[in-house]
């Protein structure tokens, strides 16, 4: 982390001293390998820019990783599964990174999880990270994480995107209103 970010300053001071526009363009940037780690992102907020207004972070996120990351199938849902997610992105990610704009530019599960599980965990996820005011994006990679045909357009996992539209419609409609195993 400590090198990346010398690059970071290094480039961050490069945007923004040609001028114009630059001046206050939206500069993204992420802790080593995009991680949620505390130690990572602590060490990311050292860098001198760390409260520019027009800065973004962007986390990669497969919370749980044996359910996000794996293709053994877990059975996602239960009561715990919800409470443990939101206290990893309101008791962690948000405590960390308290008051700074969030991409969350990975997250999903892939296609060896069951269907119903992944519906409700895109819905759950979308809401809880919408609701601690972070922008959810999912990993689309045209394979195991796919939801569109990359070739048409098409949806191929419309029960996914419309699970994540309702949690983002949540979480911006009801701020600090967290999925629930009998709120979903």
């Not at 602590?42 to 359910?67: A, G, R, W």
């Not at 704009?101 to 819905?123: D, P």
Request: some cysteine.
């Amino acid at each position: 982390q400590t090198d990346l970010n010398m690059y970071l300053e290094a480039c961050f001071k490069a945007i923004r001293d040609t001028g114009g526009a630059n001046a206050t363009r939206t500069v993204m940037i992420q802790p080593c390998g995009a991680s949620p780690d505390q130690g990572g992102i602590q060490s990311m907020q050292k860098v001198s820019f760390i409260n520019d207004p027009n800065l973004v972070i962007s986390l990669h996120t497969y919370y749980p990783t044996n359910f996000g990351l794996s293709t053994n199938p877990y059975p996602w849902g239960s009561s715990s599964d919800y409470t443990n997610m939101q206290n990893s992105i309101a008791k962690e990610i948000r405590i960390w990174l308290p008051t700074q704009v969030i991409f969350v530019g990975e997250w999903g599960s892939q296609t060896g999880q069951g269907a119903a599980n992944r519906v409700a965990h895109a819905l759950a996820y979308a809401q809880d990270t919408t609701t601690a005011g972070m922008v959810p994006i999912w990993w689309d990679n045209g394979g195991s994480f796919g939801i569109f045909d990359r070739n048409s357009g098409a949806q191929t996992q419309p029960a996914i995107i419309s699970a994540m539209m309702t949690g983002v419609k949540n979480g911006l409609v009801a701020p600090n209103t967290w999925a629930t195993l009998a709120n979903p």
